[in-house]
């Protein structure tokens, strides 16, 4: 642990680094995986099992908290870490993508954007200022610049426009999060799919001396060559010494191509999401556990796994449990599906440091591509 947020940059392999975000509240081994918590809550899980998957950090999400219980309620109760009981670092999101995605937008200006709550129909103002306010509040140890995501497709216009706000605002943002000793701001580089405007966003970032940056404005429906083209034309622009982090991705195939470019923090939903409807991702590729297949199957999605919902529970019982509409089933494979991502997490780390990631990345896609048909 570290007084101070520092990034090491421990070794590369091609394109792929093994570093350490080392800070007061503990050490993230990247590339990390972090779980979404967006409520306070890593859907069906206890933080307890998220801790023992290999999260070093979770996520929560300034929009939603912002809304319920509210910034200031969570601030009167000791902070998010003590409230949901998860002494290890935060790191929050602006709000910005929710703002945009979720809410009945109503105005978007300089200042900010006001919006009606979809909770309880609520009027509200988002500030740059006013989102790194409720991030303090919430007591994060990694926070987000408050940007403008643009859903793609988008004309080059539009698209250019949402970038110098999101920089604009990045500026505001790094004045109210100031000097926090220990903790740090991330910018977030937008551009959509126009190369020019992702390098344009990427340099000026840059300029600003930021702790941290983010990918962000991908995987928001365009396809995967393309988040991969901007992510080639966009990591040679940043800092080699700071953490860089792509929002809201992905599948494993992306994490893995996206490693191999140089990124070292993910999130998403997906592993969650997943579960809840029944499908898990395996070293073996995805089984959809609805399936008739499953339905006298004793095998266990993975009995090498060290995570009991993969290795001690049948295909057969998680095939009942999801026909059957039982909460237990999408915990159970929630719990395998954050076990499995940690587990690739920890797999790239080691082959990075062993200089073979990209044998490492070969062998797991022809493992996903031979299917689970048939025990290993």
């Known amino acids: 642990m570290s007084e101070s947020f520092q990034f090491q940059l421990k070794k590369?392999?091609?394109?792929?680094?093994?570093?350490?975000?080392?800070?007061?509240?503990?050490?993230?081994?990247?590339?990390?995986?972090?779980?979404?918590?967006?409520?306070?809550?890593?859907?069906?899980?206890?933080?307890?099992?998220?801790?023992?998957?290999?999260?070093?950090?979770?996520?929560?999400?300034?929009?939603?908290?912002?809304?319920?219980?509210?910034?200031?309620?969570?601030?009167?109760?000791?902070?998010?870490?003590?409230?949901?009981?998860?002494?290890?670092?935060?790191?929050?999101?602006?709000?910005?993508?929710?703002?945009?995605?979720?809410?009945?937008l109503r105005?978007?200006?300089?200042?900010?954007?006001?919006?009606?709550?979809?909770?309880?129909?609520?009027?509200?103002?988002?500030?740059?200022?006013?989102?790194i306010e409720i991030q303090g509040l919430l007591g994060s140890d990694i926070q987000m610049q408050l940007d403008e995501c643009v859903a793609l497709p988008a004309t080059p216009k539009e698209i250019e426009r949402a970038m110098e706000l999101s920089l604009r605002w990045a500026e505001r943002c790094?004045?109210?999060?100031?000097?926090?000793?220990?903790?740090?701001?991330?910018?977030?580089?937008?551009g959509g799919d126009v190369p020019e405007l992702r390098v344009r966003s990427a340099r000026a970032l840059t300029e600003m001396?930021?702790?941290?940056?983010?990918?962000?404005?991908?995987?928001?429906?365009?396809?995967?060559?393309?988040?991969?083209?901007?992510?080639?034309?966009t990591l040679p622009e940043l800092p080699t010494d700071k953490p860089r982090y792509l929002m809201g991705v992905g599948t494993p195939d992306d994490i893995l191509k996206s490693v191999a470019r140089g990124i070292d923090m993910f999130d998403c939903v997906m592993p969650t999401r997943s579960g809840r409807h029944g499908l898990a991702f395996t070293r073996r590729g995805k089984v959809n556990i609805r399936n008739a297949r499953h339905a006298e199957d004793m095998r266990p999605l993975d009995e090498q796994s060290n995570c009991p919902a993969s290795r001690d529970y049948s295909r057969a019982y998680l095939h009942h449990l999801v026909r059957a509409n039982e909460a237990l089933g999408g915990m159970l494979l929630s719990w395998?599906?954050?076990?499995?991502?940690?587990?690739?997490?920890?797999?790239?780390?080691?082959?990075?440091a062993e200089g073979r990631f990209a044998d490492f990345m070969a062998e797991t896609q022809e493992s996903w591509a031979r299917g689970d048909l048939e025990p290993a």
Do not use: C
Not at 93 to 103: A, Y
Not at 174 to 190: E, L, R, S
Not at 220 to 225: A, T
């Open 12 to 104: 590369t392999d091609g394109g792929a680094r093994l570093g350490e975000v080392s800070m007061p509240r503990g050490t993230i081994r990247t590339p990390a995986f972090m779980p979404v918590g967006t409520v306070g809550t890593v859907k069906a899980m206890y933080l307890d099992q998220v801790r023992e998957t290999g999260a070093d950090i979770i996520l929560g999400n300034t929009y939603h908290l912002m809304l319920r219980p509210t910034a200031e309620r969570v601030a009167r109760l000791g902070g998010l870490h003590e409230l949901i009981r998860w002494p290890h670092p935060i790191l929050t999101d602006s709000g910005g993508f929710q703002v945009m995605s979720l809410s009945g």
């Open 107 to 131: 105005k978007l200006d300089e200042k900010g954007v006001t919006f009606k709550s979809h909770v309880d129909g609520s009027m509200h103002h988002m500030s740059p200022e006013r989102s």
């Open 174 to 190: 790094k004045v109210a999060f100031g000097d926090q000793p220990g903790k740090a701001m991330f910018g977030i580089v937008q």
């Open 209 to 233: 001396g930021l702790k941290g940056y983010a990918v962000g404005g991908l995987a928001v429906g365009e396809p995967q060559d393309v988040m991969l083209r901007m992510l080639d034309l």
């Open 336 to 352: 395998h599906n954050l076990a499995y991502y940690q587990e690739l997490m920890q797999g790239i780390r080691q082959a990075i």
